[in-house]
């Protein structure tokens, strides 16, 4: 994506990493996963792993077969420590405009995605960090994992969508509560308050992530993709639009090869076939 070219000299020198590999891919039996790779600034969000990411992002959308994808950080200590704020000191106001934009880009490309999202939270997700968890559709984090919209400390505001999307998942109250404090809290915290669904030791994260995405995977992917709008989209409208976008949806499937494969194996009694037509 082109950038301002003065923002692509701002590297972290001291760490031992280039641009290559600041995200990792693995595609295998229909899951992608996709690792931020910056363990020693802790995944912060830089200029160079936002525009990897996003690439990652692209491709994936479009790959047919991708069915779910798994969110992760590398390391124990953090999923994502948010924008990467030594970089962001280098910057004048043009360049910091568009890191911010860079950021709210990413974690809206996510919230898009038409597979469904698994983030496995293995440490902190602070900021920018915690935003690009929030449009997950399930989130699963480790016992040392720890959530925080903290702009306000640093006299900023959530700008990739916390003030919008924390309110809608965790209800009004809790989520001005937590962002007008800059509150840290816990991942117990966190899955009592409906932020995370479960909580797992660092050594089940991923196996947990990939049981819950074996059990979409084993679904019509179509259908999975329909279902996931109608849900997004449903939320945000009244009872009746939400309806007739399930009714979309549901015309969209409806001449599809698996609903009719899905038939023939429930009168076969044999497990499905499906194929994404």
Do not use: W
């Not at 001291?14 to 600034?41: C, F, M, S, Y």
């Not at 960090?129 to 449009?135: K, R």
């Not at 409906?194 to 995977?217: D, Q």
């Not at 019509?220 to 007739?244: C, F, H, W, Y």
């Amino acid at each position: 994506m082109p950038f301002d070219p003065k923002i692509q000299n701002f590297r972290d020198t001291p760490l031992p990493e280039d641009r290559q590999g600041l995200v990792l891919t693995a595609i295998e039996d229909g899951i992608a996963t996709v690792t931020l790779n910056r363990v020693q600034a802790h995944n912060a969000l830089s200029v160079e792993m936002l525009e990897q990411f996003i690439d990652t992002l692209y491709a994936l959308k479009f790959d047919p077969n991708v069915r779910v994808i798994v969110v992760t950080g590398a390391g124990e200590k953090s999923f994502c420590a948010g924008a990467d704020l030594i970089q962001r000191g280098q910057m004048d106001m043009p360049q910091t405009r568009q890191h911010i934009n860079l950021i709210r880009t990413a974690v809206n490309e996510l919230d898009l995605m038409p597979q469904p999202v698994i983030a496995a939270v293995n440490g902190v997700a602070f900021g920018g960090g915690m935003e690009l968890a929030l449009p997950a559709d399930i989130r699963i984090a480790t016992p040392n994992a720890k959530f925080g919209l903290t702009e306000v400390a640093l006299a900023i505001i959530p700008g990739a969508g916390g003030t919008q999307r924390l309110p809608r998942l965790i209800g009004l109250a809790k989520a001005k509560e937590l962002i007008l404090t800059a509150r840290r809290i816990d991942a117990q915290e966190a899955e009592r308050i409906g932020l995370v669904n479960y909580v797992v030791s660092h050594e089940e994260l991923l196996n947990k992530a990939y049981e819950l995405a074996r059990e979409i995977t084993k679904n019509g992917p179509m259908a999975v993709r329909q279902a996931k709008l109608a849900i997004n989209k449903g939320v945000e409208v009244d009872l009746a639009t939400g309806l007739s976008i399930e009714q979309n949806a549901y015309e969209v499937i409806l001449p599809s090869q698996d609903r009719l494969e899905g038939l023939r194996a429930f009168k076969e009694k044999r497990p499905p076939v499906y194929r994404g037509e």
